[in-house]
T-cell receptor, first 111, second 114 residues
Framework: DTGVSQDPRHKITKRGQNVTFRCDPI?????LYWYRQTLGQGPEFLTY????????KSRLLSDRFSAERPKGSFSTLEIQRTEQGDSAMYLC?????????FGEGSRLTVL | AQSVSQHNHHVILSEAASLELGCNYS??????LFWYVQYPGQHLQLLLK??????LVKGIKGFEAEFIKSKFSFNLRKPSVQWSDTAEYFC????????????FGGGTRLMVKP
């Protein structure tokens, strides 16, 4: 499968713990995006990278959230000191120009 | 900032019925418009997109959408739905200079009864 892959698919954690999600985009895509989707809502933009540069961050991305794309290939999204409100599906997408290709998401449940 | 409204949150149809899902956006400049579909348990997939040219856009699986600039709308249509069209549908907008960042509507959950 040469699509966007995300890991883990599901994560259950206790409030206050740190979690990290990984995204492997389609290999020739230079842009990578993170979105968050809660139940009954559309995806909300969090941040995006062009190669290794983080070019834009949403106000949704509090100080507890950090994203990296160190070599311009895979990306990680870390959430520190998780809160129950962080429970959501975290989606990764990549593109070269135009259409975004989405991964299947990483579902986070914070107890 | 751009925003997207999908007025129908839940739609229930019988097979062979016609479908129209509404999408309105707020942004005064050049936009690119998309419809994505999410089948149960699957990832978001592109149904169709509009960048420029003919405002009537045809996508996969018999779907089409019409861009009406004066109404800031991009409604999705299908003349005859099938049970397999049961899914959640998302309209999305990208402002021409927004680095491909998409703003999504809240989605419409479609259930097609066999």
């Amino acid at each position: 499968d040469t699509g966007v892959s995300q890991d883990p698919r599901h994560k259950i954690t206790k409030r206050g713990q740190n979690v990290t999600f990984r995204c492997d985009p389609i290999s020739e895509h230079n842009r990578l995006y993170w979105y968050r989707q809660t139940l009954g809502q559309g995806p909300e933009f969090l941040t995006y990278f062009q190669n290794e540069a983080q070019l834009e961050k949403s106000r949704l991305l509090s100080d507890r959230f950090s994203a990296e794309r160190p070599k311009g290939s895979f990306s990680t999204l870390e959430i520190q000191r998780t809160e129950q409100g962080d429970s959501a599906m975290y989606l990764c997408a990549s593109t070269d120009l135009g259409e975004l290709f989405f991964g299947e998401g990483s579902r986070l449940t914070v107890l | 900032a751009q925003s997207v409204s999908q007025h129908n949150h839940h739609v229930i149809l019988s097979e062979a019925a016609s479908l129209e899902l509404g999408c309105n956006y707020s942004y005064g400049g050049t936009v690119n418009l998309f419809w994505y579909v999410q089948y149960p348990g699957q990832h978001l997939q592109l149904l169709l997109k509009y960048f420029s040219g003919d405002p009537l856009v045809k996508g996969i699986k018999g779907f089409e959408a019409e861009f009406i600039k004066s109404k800031f709308s991009f409604n999705l249509r299908k003349p005859s739905v099938q049970w397999s069209d049961t899914a959640e549908y998302f309209c999305a907008v990208n402002a021409g200079n927004a680095g491909n960042m998409l703003t999504f509507g809240g989605g419409t959950r479609l259930m097609v009864k066999p």
